[in-house]
Nanobody
Framework: QVQLVESGGGLVQPGGSLRLSCAASGSIFSINAMGWYRQAPGKQRELVATTTSASSTNYADSVKGRFTISRDNAKNTVYLQMNSLKPEDTAVYYC???????????????WGQGTQVTVSS
């Protein structure tokens, strides 16, 4: 069984910073792309940032220059450093990872449970 566990959300003032972490655990053979999405109340889930196994990255225009995605392959963990946070960044943040489990021939996309980020004064 594979699972993703997120941590690091919370309440922060505008202009502040937070760092989210997402650790994959279980019977993992390999991990390809990892990423972060977010969903604000009343809105669809949207991509925030992704990173490949070779650590190339992609960002939504709304977070470029403020957020940084990184990963530690030895720890099966992906991070999202969020700086200069704005009220419009308020959302539930979800991580995902494309994982091949040891007992599987296929790669599946797994999701974390979500962590709340609230930016407010």
């Amino acid at each position: 069984q594979v699972q993703l566990v997120e941590s690091g959300g919370g309440l922060v003032q505008p202009g502040g910073s937070l760092r989210l972490s997402c650790a994959a655990s279980g019977s993992i053979f390999s991990i390809n792309a990892m990423g972060w999405y977010r969903q604000a109340p009343g809105k669809q889930r949207e991509l925030v940032a992704t990173t490949t196994s070779a650590s190339s990255t992609n960002y939504a225009d709304s977070v470029k220059g403020r957020f940084t995605i990184s990963r530690d392959n030895a720890k099966n963990t992906v991070y999202l450093q969020m700086n200069s946070l704005k009220p419009e960044d308020t959302a539930v943040y979800y991580c995902n990872a494309d994982i091949k489990a040891r007992a599987s021939y296929n790669i599946y996309r797994y999701w974390g449970q979500g962590t709340q980020v609230t930016v407010s004064s």
